[in-house]
């Protein structure tokens, strides 16, 4: 079934995915597997195990668009096939996992035309990793260094000794499996059909008691090899032409990079409330209301800047000047993260959260970034950070985080309607260090009290923004 076809009569059909330019057979199986068990091809009649299919069918996705991704990496050296383009900024797999042919003819014509915002340096994840091949934007695992001294190479040795322990622990596996072999060998033996029933009744349950632990070893034994797979240690560069050696140097900045925005897209999907998930694009990540748009990047660059035209501080530096961080749309779902320089947002919204509400979070995230990313932070008199944590002592860092983040989306809904539901001194704290424009503040100040009293303190001071 054909969803989509475009100029260049992309078709976005049934085993679109081997399309793509992936020779895995393996791989390749285990994607239609997952399709399989996500049609629920595999649900047995009268047994409940729909659940548990779709379970595995994430799961098996996840692995594998990984791996997929993974080695068109390492064929394409960043010039990607408009399919690939298509896989890797949006998780498109096969339209069996979805049936909204209006989101997919969507997603297919951000491939077609994209157009530069003088506003908001975006990027999906093609566009993101052809430039950190270039060495044009940092990598990310340098821009997450918060609040820490450690240097690329002691990651990449822990990186090392983490493989080394996961080997060990991968060769006791090798052991236990041969024990429990030995075990089930012998009780397949002994089992004989004209033996007495209850005799083979307990033959059975010790039979499928061994099975369970073979089962067991197996899938442990699985997950510590993919884990092994996705270490990426570096490797030091040998001979070779300096054009090889330059396709060697892209690739490592994009593997790497890549492994890393690996994590981030798990973290933002747990911080988002979806521990089961997967990137690659299904029913369930797309909005069942219409009217909630899918973040494309011009989506999420007209919500900043609407966003921004009330906090209208938050990219501005320490000199006065507007210095907005990149962003990167995502495949898949979840909730945003920040770092200094840069914004991550996931395709899909949070099932649970409203999709406006969840980018004001993504703002409260940089917000809380900003102003905690120093090591002594809580030690800056009269920073924001320092600030709010003084008004809550006794919460850890991560609840404090939480609290902020709910205050920031109150600030910038409710407060700003001129509804008061924050504390007093929150209030206080935000009309000073996350401070609305002029004319907001002016309106604010007919509405109640606490906001006059707030604005004539501005205009006292001579404070006009």
Known sequence: MTHHENRDEMRVDEHFYRKLGVDDDKVLANVENAIELYQGKHDRAGRTDAAVNFEKSLSILSVSFVRMCQEILRATDGAFSPEQRLFLNFGVVDPRLFQ??????????????????????????????????????????????????????????????KKRKLEIELEALSGEELDAFVIFKDLYGNYYPDADQSGKLKELSDIKKTVLNLERIIKEQNAKMSEIESLAVKETAGGGTIAENRRSTRFARMREEFEILVTVMRSCAARGGLIKNTPALIDKWIPMDSRVSVNTIAHVENKFSEFESLDHTIFTDAKGA????????????????????????????????????????????????????????????????????????????????????????????????GFQVLSAQTRILFWKKIPFPAEYKRKLSKRAASYAKLYAEDLARGIHS
């Open 100 to 161: 909204s042919s209006s989101v997919i003819g969507e997603l297919v014509s951000e491939i077609d035309s994209r157009q530069m915002s003088e506003r908001y340096e975006s990027y999906y994840l093609d566009e993101w990793l052809e430039r950190i091949a270039r060495g044009v934007i940092a990598p990310t695992s340098e821009a997450a260094k918060v609040k820490s001294k450690t240097k690329s190479q002691e990651a990449e040795d822990a990186k090392r000794e």
């Open 322 to 417: 507007r210095k907005a961080p990149k962003v990167l749309i995502l495949p898949g779902v979840g909730a945003g993260m920040a770092w200094k320089d840069r914004i991550m947002v996931s395709l899909f919204p949070p099932p649970a959260t409203q999709p406006d509400i969840s980018l004001i979070k993504t703002f409260a995230g940089f917000r809380w970034h900003i102003a905690t990313s120093s090591f002594n932070w809580k030690n800056l008199p009269g920073e924001l950070g320092s600030m709010y944590q003084l008004i809550y002592p006794d919460l850890t860092y991560n609840n404090l985080e939480k609290s902020f983040t709910d205050d920031y989306v109150n600030w910038m809904t409710k407060e700003a309607q």
